[in-house]
């Protein structure tokens, strides 16, 4: 993104918005910044760098290695970098500093926002909107999964103001500053799921943690709620109370922008009593569920669902959330489905019936190679949660299952008396002994909480030969 004074703020503005003082300014009355970095891989030389400072700003080498190439730095007060020349803005709070310029960036924003928020799908439905909504005008969207009130900062501080529509992601934590920072013109629930009942008693106390993303928004705001979910009373009501719009998306007749079927790369979607069908580049009923949010939300803005539609046909899954990947191995040539990043027992399942609504002809059983992990943060129930999957896991038909973490220790006692396959206690482990379950034509697919570290696997499987998007 160019540099350009409707989209930037010059060395006065900048101080004045971060209520900071500059301990060496700008040589250059014609200085600009367009932004803050906070994540090295999106650097550009128009930004400020956030010193290191606690939890927030950049790691020390990060920020050593980028700064000279920075428009300069923001550090707190007293932490100067002694052997810096260029411009350096002091601050009392780095956070604070970059809430001040979030809510600055926003209040100069003229498109339309999108929020995003639930226990799964958010970064998909993300990165789904931006796209599809590209087709539509020019679209952005928050970067990495940048979540929280700090990441929400941040990423608000660098959008593109000359976009027409900007997509948020938004997790479950201070949801209320969030909201305030993002002002939605629509919200989007994707799905709750029991993926942070170790800090919430219940999936409805999550779905109340949630809904608290309408707070930040205007009468008339547009609420796209899930309809297939049992907490969605819970956001319907609340949504209600905030005087918002609400369209319903699911798979039922009820809903206001039904998921009618998928067959095979092609989704056809009820809106509104008028059926659309488009070609889709992502596979998976929650992957067109996804999709289906997103088509509800362009109806809702009034916009052309056309349009945003056959942009979907072009939109690929990132890495570690579906994205599939052909490469080669030292025992063949081999397909590796990445859903590492993340992982709870509703996408667990979600990926897991992907591989099993797979027909045959295209994967056979013997070349169906699961690589699963724990999955995190589920509370006192977590071990039966694990042990639930069994049924799912099966239906998919795997030839090879390799389970690591303690959680899939039982559920590997029942699966391993009949289907090959192996236990391994952390990771580690499992990629000493990878290479000798993987055989020519195999199609693998590796999910986990990326705590577990199974990301590693894929980089392990994608590492030996060059590789392409499937």
Known sequence: MSVDIQNSWNADEFARVTQGRWRIAPSSVAWRCDGICAEPGLFRNTQMLLAPAGPVGLRPRAFERLAPKAAGIIAQAGEVQAHWGGPLLEVKDL???????????RSRFRGQVIAVTGSVGKTSTVAMAAHALSGVGPSDRSQTTANSPYGIGWNLASMNLHASFWVQEAAVARMEKCSAMIQPHV????????????RFRSTAEIAKQKALIYTGMAPGGIAVINADMPEFPIFESSARAAKLRVVRFGSTEDCDVRLICIEGSTVSVDIFGEVHTFEFGAAGWHMAMNATAVLASTTAMGLPVSLAARQLASF?????????VRTGHANGSIEVWDEAYNANPASMRAALRVLADTPLSEVRCASRVLVLGDMLELGKDAQSMHLDLEADLRAACPDRV?????LMHALSERLHEDIKGQWFEDVDA??????AWIKDGDVVLVKSSNGIGLTQVVNRLLRSAPSAAA
């Open 316 to 324: 690929r899954p990132l890495p570690g959330r579906g994205r599939r």
């Open 430 to 435: 499992l990629l000493t002994a990878l290479d």
């Open 402 to 406: 390799l389970l690591c973490g303690k």
């Open 95 to 105: 956070g604070e500093a970059v809430t001040a310029l979030a809510l600055d960036s």
């Open 187 to 198: 919200a989007i629930v994707t799905a709750i799921a029991p993926a942070h009942v170790a």
